[in-house]
């Protein structure tokens, strides 16, 4: 019973900080992420971290905002998020995968939790 469930999306002014923290259960994960989709656009691939925290991915539109971590004694990762933009609004999806970061960053992890919602106000 693999669950990933994803909590601390909210409504926040531009320039604003949000933490989303993501619960993993019934296994460990050697790459856990993010993901993020808009209305009307693709999916679009946001954070991922290694087991150890050693190796992390970003994607190009972060700019050294976000920050992604992971807490494995419970099973845990987190994306911090800073200098919101309204171009940050979507629904946010925590994602784990057996294969590296890496290949989470270019490919389609195994699983992913339901969601949720940030919206960044002008």
């Known amino acids: 019973q693999v669950q990933l469930v994803e909590s601390g999306g909210g409504l926040v002014q531009a320039g604003g900080s949000l933490r989303l923290s993501c619960a993993a259960s019934g296994r460990t994960f050697n790459t856990m992420g993010w993901f993020r989709q808009a209305p009307g656009k693709e999916r679009e691939f946001v954070a991922a971290?290694?087991?150890?925290?050693?190796?992390?991915y970003y994607g190009t539109f972060v700019k050294g905002r976000f920050t992604i971590s992971r807490d494995n004694a419970k099973n845990t990762v987190t994306l911090q998020m800073n200098s919101l933009k309204p171009e940050d609004t979507a629904v946010y999806y925590c994602?784990?995968?057996?294969?590296?970061?890496?290949?989470?960053?270019?490919?389609?992890?195994?699983?992913w939790g339901q969601g949720t919602q940030v919206t960044v106000t002008s």
């Open positions: 994602a784990a995968d057996s294969r590296s970061a890496q290949a989470m960053s270019a490919g389609t992890p195994n699983y």
């Open positions: 971290i290694s087991w150890g925290g050693s190796s992390t």
